[in-house]
């Protein structure tokens, strides 16, 4: 490989968790196309960047150093089993299935449900929501995991959270994955941070029109309905919130002005839209903050703020926006401005800019005021 001395002026060489990074400024003498920088580049076991500064062309070249560790993939497919079980056998009600025999078992002052039997023949409809839903969650998750790989960062594959439906009415409280390796600019955060709406907001598109077109219109709003959506669970109606793109979705694909049953598929749809919205709050550790901090860099706290306040106020249309705001920053340990990463200077331009501004775009579409009301 070409020394790096001929090449660049090393200015900072340090170890940072599990990676060595390395940042110089490239010789006057020499552009990015040289043959030498060329070949520094190409024997890099590991990422680069190159960024114009007041100092030169500066280069940033990121390597892991050590072995990553060996991933439980026995755990990360026990809990997508479950999940699939538990969201299949939400679907089943969403369906007018009823699968099990329920019992209680007393626990203390409570008594906690439990399946004496389940009839198969009445679980396996409710595969028509739990694998859209499924398949929505997964690429969202594999769409960050793709982009850390490529950067050569640590990340684990994705943990699958289940939930009984009694507890949880879709069978599930999502998915997440853990990314262990420094990241080193705004451009790796922005590109990680912004593949998973991106691809469960594609994903969900398809699966709501398709679900709108098989969902079952009546021809009046029922008295008194707070929404113009519903999911029957068994037999009763959950009435589901509207948001501009899955309105304007309904205009096109379903709509005639009355009231509409969604059928599981576009129940699928609007949660992986949901989910998207969700993910877009431009909160600390959330995808919408990583995608503002890189953007903005340390403008994102106001953004953070600001919205901490606006769900706040919007608890008292829907309460559930108290219990996200006081996990959110639970999870964070009450912090709402973004961490820094390694080197800020990096901007982020061109058409990662243009994708930036589409996602926020994308939440505002998506955003639903009040999600769900019984």
């Known amino acids: 490989m070409t020394d790096w001395p001929s090449v660049f002026a090393v200015y900072r060489t340090v170890f940072v968790r599990d990676d060595e990074v390395v940042q110089g400024v490239l010789h006057a003498a020499l552009s990015q196309g040289h043959p030498d920088v060329v070949a520094l580049l190409d024997g890099w076991d590991g990422a680069h960047f190159i960024h114009p500064t007041d ?3 500066e280069i940033t070249l990121i390597r892991r150093i050590r072995e990553r560790r060996a991933e439980r993939w026995w755990l990360h497919l026990l809990l997508a089993l479950i999940t699939l079980a538990t969201t299949t056998a939400a679907g089943s009600y969403f369906v007018g299935r009823n699968p099990f025999d329920m019992a209680f078992l007393p626990v203390g002052p409570f008594a906690a449900p439990f399946p004496r039997r389940i009839d198969f023949a009445e679980l396996l409809p409710g595969l028509v929501f739990s694998i859209p ?15 850390a790989r490529r950067y050569g960062m640590d990340v684990s594959p994705p943990y699958f959270i289940p939930a009984p439906h009694w507890l949880n009415i879709i069978g599930t409280f999502g998915a997440f994955i853990r990314l262990r390796s420094v990241v080193v600019n ?3 955060l922005f590109d ?7 691809a469960s907001f594609v994903l969900s598109l398809p699966l709501a029109i398709w679900g709108l077109m098989l969902s079952r219109p009546l021809p009046e709003l029922v008295e008194g309905a707070p929404a113009r ?15 501009l793109l899955f309105s304007l979705l309904d205009w096109i694909f379903a709509g005639d002005g009355g009231f509409l049953i969604l059928h599981p598929l576009a129940f699928a749809g609007w949660l992986g839209l949901f989910v998207t919205a969700l993910n877009l709050f431009p909160l600390s550790q959330l995808d919408g903050g990583h995608i503002l901090f890189a953007l903005f860099g340390e403008k994102q706290r106001y953004a953070g703020i600001l919205f901490v306040l606006l769900l706040f106020g919007m ?7 108290w219990m996200w705001a006081a996990l959110i920053l639970l999870l ?9 990463v390694f080197d800020p200077e990096v901007p982020v331009t061109g058409r990662r800019k243009a994708l930036g501004l589409a996602a926020i775009v994308v939440f505002i579409l998506t955003f639903v005021p009040i999600p769900l009301s019984f």
């Open 332 to 340: 964070s340990r009450g912090s709402i401005g973004h961490p820094p």
């Open 55 to 57: 100092r030169g062309t």
């Open 133 to 147: 839903l499924l398949g929505v969650l997964l690429g969202h998750e594999l769409g960050h995991y793709r982009l």
């Open 192 to 198: 990680v941070g912004v593949a998973g709406p991106v």
């Open 186 to 188: 705004r451009i790796v």
């Open 315 to 321: 608890g008292f249309l829907w309460w559930g926006w």
């Open 229 to 243: 959506y519903a999911v029957l669970f068994g037999r009763q109606p959950i009435w589901i919130g509207d948001s």
